[in-house]
């Protein structure tokens, strides 16, 4: 462990994303996301990561520190955050030249701002989110992982600490689509910098660690409510970063344009069928029998 | 050394010759410039990092080799010198594999072989791709006229987990751009005015990789370039121009044995400190949705959505009926609609997306039921042997890759289908009891 | 392994006062409940009271927590008991007033997925002081002894533990019961079957109808035709802004005559004098425009959907004079005038502009069932099993005496008993049954709640009678006309009941629960006296299958009830009698589907009924 006191140090990078769910989530007519008239909420992987620290809280009683780089309105996402995972810290980078960065710049700001948590005694273990649901890049993480020098591991559904030693030992679930999946086993000394599959959920199996998930959960609820207090915010300056590798200048991408995605070229001819005619659905269900045979008739 | 410097005038040639078919007079103040740039330019050919699983290659990685086939073709009948298509292959046992990936459109195939290899990691992985990125020796070997490689020019990798998470990690160790999930790619010269790439002044980018990354909603198209930092102020280089590709949208080009050449063994660097994550166990798991072992798909998209619970229902029945496992759009898995939980933790999960971002299928029949047919999904099950689709609206997309277009609300057509293979099945087992 | 003193198994409001009492002892104990969350497994009919008994001392709620007065989310006070007897087209009223105030501090209306969780809140403030507190989402398996005075606790869910000892409060389907073997299933003469809606109705129109004000609240019970000639009746009761109505019947009498349940408490519904109390402006939502393009008909849905979905939301908000309060704190609204006009607005621009039409129906929130047992007949005599204490519905205390149905409290009264006898065992650090389980019994023992389930209290009986007084005496059954004659007179009153309880009351109850009572006297009490009521309009009810569709189920893939006898006569009544249709006959046996279960344990005398394991089964909004 890199606190000499033995203190695990956790830290969740989180991200406020639009909110899909019906009644919340707004759609142009043509069919691209209305962003303005979207509501915005703690990102569902981000969640799930948080819940991963939550777990590092409960059962090892880890102090966590919880992170997201935007604009002031990105605290939300921290308050939400906290809820799930009763954060004692949480950091908000905001600055306007950080505007425009791409993943790599992106991943250079939490770098510094990771190295900054838990009175720079060290994190052990960087929690992050499989990927954010608005479309990104799935790139941050292991971007920040490798700037900070920790071995990043995707994909994880379970893991657990070995203390005394300074391990992790942790379950990843490698999808092969369209094959059967695998799990892989792995373990790896800390720190390490760790994103969770959308399936991780925490599992806490002791009659103590349910009692202690309670005691945090009801922390948590009170922390959130007086989220400020545990709230930082960084500027560029005060993480100390070279303005030449972060926003615009340190971002060797650009998007060049955006633009409707013409309709491809049809790859078959449909027939067309009037849905409300029994005449013409019994000749497709003749069709699809023809095609299915006797799987479907026994 | 001498032929390097012949090479970098053949390049500096050419360049005029491009500039020359452009009408803008003020470009050439800035040859001189340019020619300077280009000189100091080091950065060749595309590298394509391969995915092999227990030395099978996976079907991604065929599909990076075919576009960059294509593209580099294009490329070396526009720009001289040639430059070529790189395969990068890890693992261990894996030498077999070299020249089929030859076969099927790599130039060349550096490959590093090593027991320690043999399963990714990604530490270690990132440590021997950026090895083998950076290596003069194995460019050196690729085309002997060129041996003040620096980076590879353009890079691949697949966007499946494994391939994401490698081509960040790579990409923060060479330091440069990298756009994910790409679906169309374009090389071309492109006159450029960024505030700050270049100072809001016009500078032409030679041989720029253009990166077009669809939206998640399918409906929008971004395109993304790198590009060095051109600006005075804040110089600097960015190579290799990097994407992560969607698995399925390319086509492979046609294996062919008579295609040739190099392979170059590359002997890694391994330090202890790379070995420290370590694989202690490895299972293969049933998939809960199998998509593989069963003859049709039914899959639904948000046009249930004016009554989803009952429309789920409705195709629950019907995929009972005809025996099919049961697939979602990707919206789906978000749970947009607030339904009876038992419904929702059953159907609205990652594990039945098709698509880009879940499974690519190929049934016997697939049916698409109010799904409008964003780019990500076709993705998924345009192998489809026969696709059906319920939809009310004539004018989704998804018409393109139906054979048969049912026009109607789902929870009127559905019922009545459900009606007529029931009708149908009754009809054919009578006779068959007779036998 | 891990140890704790007490484990409580079962977190309703017996299991809970348990917990906060043993706490406020000083003790360890550690609730587990099976629910995702506290409250969700929880029905009750709606009442809870506090006794002031002049025999004995009860422990009401309000003893176990003393800010239970002025902090807890309870609905309303009830101020008004009301006893109506039903005919087709008429009903005679009866105040009751005087024996919901008999003995009583005060009675609230409640609804437990709102008041559990403030329970647990408090239960768990005390309980976390000594190490304990309260654990869900597991669902206990085994319960094994490693000597006297150690069980160990095996769940599906987290390694096992040990204790000391157990309060079993997991209700009257009680797991705990069945695995030890510490009672007998109830049977049908046990119990009763209650079915209950939860009714939504804003504030002001609740008070204005119900001529109540905003601290008070009433209780209107029902006899006669509505019970389709069932023993047992139904009741309305007022919560703040939603109105609990349900139906209890004796499972005997279903049994005789299997009825859907559901149909019970739509009887109910459809009285001409409920349908007036229930009524509320609905808005119907259009299925298709017809001259619109479908873009434009897709639009203007969306847009119409929106706005009743406002005009709802506004329109409930503007009864209710905290939602006023909020809107105008907020600065969206400066005077309640305006949210007036808004709700008018909106209701206007629905009819003109989109062709709305609103009616009269009523806004059922949710459906619900449970067994209720019927402490006369079944409370456990010895309510512990070793060193396991059983409280409340799980050692199947409950109080029935005609109009008069309490549960509530009798759990809270025992729980307080229970953990007064397990703090003394801890004390002593001995578990024996002397010290704990006979303890506990004559704890019990001397609870006016348990004189309540054996005898008739003779002053009860009196502030009935009086209340009864308009009751023409003819017609009354000749069989009863001399009870009644003797119980009027308050010489014999005395005599009788002393003979009464001397000769077991349970032997005179099939005379007083009978259908004479509950149905066939009510109707020509009615007809004869009864006033003429007349409904304005006509109730649509949700089908069963829209019933079951609005509830939360996390579904357990394994299956929690196993049929015992496909076959058997029992098991095809429950495909009537299963108040979610769970039950389905195919090839003359009896198949079960288990996913729509509301685990009421209905089907529990001939299945192998366990509870599903944790977070999974049946989770209630309201209960």
């Known amino acids: ?298 | ?435 | 392994m891990e140890k704790f003193d007490v484990a409580i198994i079962g977190g309703g409001s017996a299991g809970l006062a348990a917990l906060k009492q043993l706490s406020n002892l000083g003790k360890q104990a550690i609730l587990i409940e099976g629910g995702k969350k506290i409250g969700t497994k929880n029905v009750s009919g709606g009442l809870l009271y506090s006794k002031n008994t002049t025999i004995g001392k009860v422990y009401n709620v309000e003893d176990v927590y003393d800010n239970f007065l002025t902090d807890a989310p309870v609905e309303r006070q009830i101020t008004k008991y009301m006893l109506h007897a039903t005919s087709k087209d008429k009903m005679f009223s009866l105040d009751l007033t005087p024996t919901h105030n008999y003995q009583t501090n005060f009675g609230y209306s409640v609804l437990l997925n709102k008041l559990l969780p403030w329970f647990a809140k408090e239960a768990l403030n005390s309980a976390e002081k000594t190490g304990g507190g309260i654990v869900t989402g597991i669902h206990v398996r085994s319960i094994m002894w490693k000597d006297e005075n150690t069980i160990i606790i095996e769940t599906d869910e987290l390694e096992p533990f040990q204790v000391k000892a157990v309060i079993a409060a997991d209700g009257v389907n009680s797991e705990v019961a069945q695995i030890t073997g510490a009672r007998r299933k109830f049977t049908q003469s046990d119990l009763y079957q209650g079915v209950k809606v939860v009714v939504k109705l804003p504030e002001e129109i609740i008070e204005e109808r119900f001529e109540i004000t905003n601290n008070e609240g009433a209780a209107h019970l029902f006899a006669g035709d509505v019970t389709l000639n069932h023993i047992g009746g139904g009741f309305l009761y007022t919560n703040k802004d939603t109105l609990s109505v349900g139906a209890v019947y004796h499972y005997d009498s279903l049994i005789e005559k299997p009825t859907e349940p559901y149909e019970l408490v739509n009887a109910l519904l459809s009285n001409p004098f409920v349908i007036e109390l229930i009524k509320d402006e609905v808005p119907e939502t259009k299925e298709n425009y017809k001259n619109l393009s479908k873009e434009e008909e897709l639009r203007t849905r969306f847009k119409a959907n929106k706005l009743i979905k406002d005009w709802k939301e506004l329109h409930h908000t503007y009864y209710s004079p905290s939602g006023v309060k909020e809107l105008l704190a907020n600065g969206k609204y400066k005077t309640k005038e305006e949210i007036k006009n808004k709700v008018d607005s909106i209701h206007d621009e629905l009819v003109s502009k989109y062709d709305i039409e609103f009616e009269s129906n009523y806004v059922e929130l949710e459906y619900s069932a449970k067994l209720v047992p019927d402490g006369k007949r079944c409370r456990m005599k010895k309510p512990y099993f070793k060193n396991i204490l059983f409280i409340g519905d799980a050692a199947g205390r409950g109080i029935f005496v005609g109009p008069r149905i309490e549960g509530l409290n009798v759990g809270i009264d025992d729980a307080v008993r229970a953990a007064e006898a397990v703090s003394n065992a801890i004390d002593k650090n001995s578990f024996h049954s002397n010290i704990l389980g006979e303890r506990y019994r004559r704890l019990v023992e001397e609870s006016p709640y348990t004189k309540d389930m054996d005898e008739i209290d003779k002053n009860y009986l009196k502030v009935f009678l009086d209340c009864t007084k308009q009751v023409p005496n003819d017609i009354v059954d000749y069989r009863y006309r001399a009870i009644f004659k003797l119980m009027s007179n308050s010489t014999f009153r005395g005599i009788s009941v002393g003979l009464v309880n001397k000769l077991g009351y349970r032997r005179l109850l099939p005379i007083l629960e009978s259908n004479k009572t509950y149905t066939e006297v009510p109707i020509k009490i009615a007809e004869r006296k009864g006033k003429d009521v007349q409904k304005s309009y006509s109730i649509r009810i949700p089908a069963i299958a829209e019933r079951i569709a609005k509830l939360n189920y996390n579904d357990d893939s394994l299956s929690h009830i196993k049929v015992l006898d496909s076959q058997s006569d029992f098991m095809k009544k429950m495909v009537t009698l299963c108040p979610t249709k769970c039950y389905s006959m195919e090839n003359g046996r009896v198949i079960l589907q288990h996913e729509g279960c509301i685990e009421c344990g209905t089907c529990l005398k001939e299945t192998e009924w366990r509870h599903p394991r944790g977070e999974k089964g049946i989770a209630y909004q309201y209960g």
């Open chain 1, 1 to 298: 462990m890199l606190n000499p006191s033995g203190t695990l140090n956790v830290a969740v990078i989180v991200k406020l994303e639009p909110d899909f769910s019906e009644g919340n989530v707004s759609y142009n007519s043509d069919g691209t996301l209305n962003r303005a008239e979207t509501k915005n909420v703690l990102g569902p992987h981000s969640a799930v990561a948080s819940s991963a620290a939550l777990y590092a809280k409960v059962k090892y009683g880890a102090n966590v520190s919880v992170a997201t780089m935007g604009p002031p309105i990105a605290e939300a996402a921290l308050q939400q955050s906290q809820l799930i995972c009763n954060a004692d810290e949480l950091h908000l980078y905001s600055d306007r030249i950080f505007a425009g960065a791409d993943t790599l710049a992106t991943s250079e700001v939490l770098r510094a701002g990771i190295k900054k948590m838990a009175n720079e005694q060290g994190i052990d273990i960087v929690f992050s989110g499989h990927r954010a649901s608005d479309g990104e890049t799935g790139q941050t993480g292991p971007q920040t992982a490798w700037k900070l020098g920790y071995p990043f591991i995707g994909n994880v559904i379970d893991y657990d600490i070995d203390k005394e030693r300074g391990y992790v030992r942790l379950q990843r679930l490698i999808k092969n689509y369209g094959h059967n999946d695998i799990i892989e086993e792995l373990e790896s000394p800390l720190p390490v910098f760790i994103t969770l599959d959308p399936s991780y959920s925490p599992f806490f199996n002791t009659v103590s660690q349910r009692l202690n998930l309670a005691l945090n959960q009801n922390d948590a609820e009170k922390r959130s409510s007086r989220y400020k207090e545990y709230l930082k915010t960084f500027s560029a300056q005060s993480l100390e970063l070279n303005l030449k590798s972060v926003g615009l200048p340190g971002s060797p991408t650009i998007v060049y344009k955006v633009e409707k995605i013409p309709r491809a070229k049809a790859n078959r001819k449909a027939d067309i069928i009037d849905g409300y005619s029994q005449e013409n659905l019994s000749q497709v269900a003749r069709r699809i029998y023809g095609i299915l045979g006797e799987t479907i008739i026994k």
């Open chain 2, 1 to 435: 050394m001498t032929s390097a410097v012949s090479e970098t005038k053949t390049n500096a040639n050419n360049i005029q010759g491009i500039l020359v078919n452009d009408t803008e007079n003020e470009n050439r103040k800035r040859t001189a410039e340019e020619k300077e740039k280009e000189e100091e330019n080091n950065n060749r050919h595309l590298y394509v990092v391969i995915e092999q699983e227990e030395g099978k290659i996976l079907p991604a990685s065929f599909e990076m080799l075919g576009e960059g086939r294509r593209l580099m073709d294009n490329f070396n009948s526009k720009y001289n010198p040639k430059e070529n298509v790189v395969a990068i292959i890890l693992g261990h046992n894996i030498k077999h594999l070299c020249q089929e990936l030859i076969y099927h459109g790599a130039d060349a195939v550096i490959c590093a072989d090593h027991p320690e290899l043999r399963y990714p990691r990604n530490l270690l992985y990132t440590k021997i791709i950026s090895q083998i990125a950076t290596d003069k020796s194995s460019a050196a070997q690729i085309s002997s006229s060129n041996n003040t490689f620096n980076k590879p020019r353009y890079m691949f990798f697949s966007a499946d987990d494994t391939g994401r998470h490698l081509s960040s990690t790579v990409l923060a160790e060479l330091e440069s751009g990298l756009a994910s999930d790409i679906n169309k790619l374009v090389i071309n010269d492109l006159e450029i005015r960024h505030e700050h790439k270049t100072k809001g002044k016009p500078i032409s980018y030679k041989k720029t990789l253009e990166m077009y990354r669809p939206d998640f909603s399918g409906f929008l198209w971004t395109t993304i370039l790198c590009l060095d930092n051109l600006n005075p102020e804040n110089k600097k280089e960015f190579y290799p121009q990097a994407c992560s590709i969607i698995p399925g949208v390319f086509p492979q080009i046609e294996r062919d044995t008579n295609r040739n050449g190099k392979v170059i063994d590359f002997t890694p660097t391994i330090l202890q400190e790379d070995l420290k994550v370590k694989i202690i166990g490895r299972r293969t798991i049933k998939n809960k949705v199998d998509f593989n072992n069963k003859k049709a798909i039914v899959s639904f998209g948000r046009g249930i959505k004016e009554n989803a619970e009952q429309n789920i229902k409705l195709i629950e029945n019907f995929a009972k009926e005809i025996e099919a496992e049961i697939g979602i759009s990707l919206p789906i898995s978000k749970k947009p609609y607030i339904i009876n939980e038992n419904l929702s933790s059953t159907y609205m999960i990652p594990d039945r997306v098709i698509g880009t971002s879940g499974r690519k299928v190929n049934p016997l029949v697939y049916f698409a039921v109010g799904i409008s047919g964003a780019v990500q999904h076709i993705a998924g099950m345009k192998e489809a042997e026969f696709v059906i689709s319920i939809n009310p609206d004539a004018e989704a997309p998804i018409i393109d890759e139906s054979d048969i277009f049912i026009k109607g609300k789902i929870e009127e057509v559905l019922p009545l289908l459900i009606k007529e293979i029931k009708k149908y099945k009754e009809k054919m087992q009578i006779p068959q009891e007779v036998k």
